[in-house]
């Protein structure tokens, strides 16, 4: 199975809205509701921000929110600060105990 | 809080296994809520997940990895190892170690350890 495809990069300035896309098939982001998004500092681990296509972790801003269509997820900052600048990595799962990892997608804020 | 991290070899030859293991702290894995899993970040590319164990033992992996990937526990340590045969330069990442929630999101991570295969 192929890594979902995310666009390489995207921006805005502070408090507009960025929407970040996640594309797979019907074999995974299409079938199942478990689409999670990363927040990725430099040089930092991985930071769960939506998890179940929509749901939100404790402590993460409501800034951050998640949605589905079809084959096709996607992730909203809302309201964008400089601190959200950071690289986004969605991940769905594939069926047969297998999850797959978007290619990432660089945010920057302008 | 939980806690998790990464330790072994820095440095693996080409053929041989990478070794790592997982230390969770501030928490049990022995959790029937939770399964415990590996993912790796070459450099200055995307995240690419490796498998996952239960605390019962039961494993899960990339079908691509599977050949040459084992993922055990020891629940009365507290940890989880991973080992990788056959390695190449192409292995060459930066592991890191997570709790996967029930809804197959990685929650807690520990702060990753870079491995390098080469000669």
Same mark, same amino acid.
């Given at each position: 199975?192929s890594?979902l495809?995310q666009?390489? &990069?995207a921006?805005?300035?502070p408090?507009q809205s960025?929407t970040?896309?996640?594309?797979?098939? &019907? &074999?995974?982001?299409g079938? =199942?509701k478990?689409?999670?998004?990363?927040q990725?500092l430099p040089g +930092?681990?991985?930071?769960?921000?939506? =998890? #179940?296509?929509?749901?939100?972790?404790?402590g993460?801003?409501?800034?951050f929110s998640?949605s +589905?269509s079809?084959?096709?997820?996607s992730?909203?900052?809302?309201g964008?600060?400089?601190e959200? #600048?950071?690289?986004? =990595?969605? &991940?769905? =799962?594939?069926?047969?105990?297998? $999850? $797959?990892f978007?290619g990432g997608t +660089?945010?920057?804020v302008l | 809080?939980?806690q998790?991290?990464?330790?072994?070899?820095g440095?693996? /030859?080409?053929?041989?296994t990478?070794?790592?293991?997982?230390?969770?702290?501030?928490g049990?894995?022995?959790?029937?809520?939770?399964?415990?899993?590996?993912?790796?970040?070459?450099?200055g590319?995307?995240?690419?997940?490796i498998?996952?164990i239960?605390?019962?033992?039961?494993?899960?992996? /990339?079908?691509?990895l /599977?050949?040459?990937?084992?993922?055990s526990v020891?629940?009365?340590k507290?940890?989880?190892s991973?080992?990788?045969?056959?390695?190449t330069a192409?292995?060459?990442?930066?592991?890191?170690?997570a709790?996967?929630n029930?809804?197959?999101?990685?929650?807690?991570?520990?702060q990753?350890?870079?491995v390098?295969?080469s000669?």
């Amino acid at each position: 199975q192929s890594a979902l495809t995310q666009p390489p &990069s995207a921006s805005g300035s502070p408090g507009q809205s960025v929407t970040i896309s996640c594309t797979g098939t &019907s &074999s995974d982001v299409g079938r =199942y509701k478990y689409v999670s998004w990363y927040q990725q500092l430099p040089g +930092k681990a991985p930071k769960l921000v939506i =998890y #179940e296509v929509t749901q939100r972790p404790s402590g993460v801003p409501d800034r951050f929110s998640g949605s +589905k269509s079809g084959n096709t997820a996607s992730l909203t900052v809302s309201g964008l600060q400089a601190e959200d #600048e950071a690289d986004y =990595y969605c &991940s769905s =799962y594939a069926g047969n105990n297998n $999850l $797959l990892f978007g290619g990432g997608t +660089k945010l920057t804020v302008l | 809080q939980l806690q998790l991290q990464e330790s072994g070899p820095g440095l693996v /030859k080409p053929s041989e296994t990478l070794s790592l293991t997982c230390t969770v702290s501030g928490g049990s894995i022995s959790s029937s809520s939770y399964y415990w899993g590996w993912i790796r970040q070459p450099p200055g590319k995307g995240l690419d997940w490796i498998g996952n164990i239960y605390y019962r033992g039961n494993t899960y992996y /990339k079908p691509s990895l /599977k050949s040459r990937v084992t993922i055990s526990v020891d629940t009365s340590k507290n940890q989880f190892s991973l080992r990788l045969s056959s390695v190449t330069a192409a292995d060459t990442a930066v592991y890191y170690c997570a709790r996967e929630n029930g809804d197959y999101a990685s929650d807690f991570w520990g702060q990753g350890a870079l491995v390098t295969v080469s000669s």
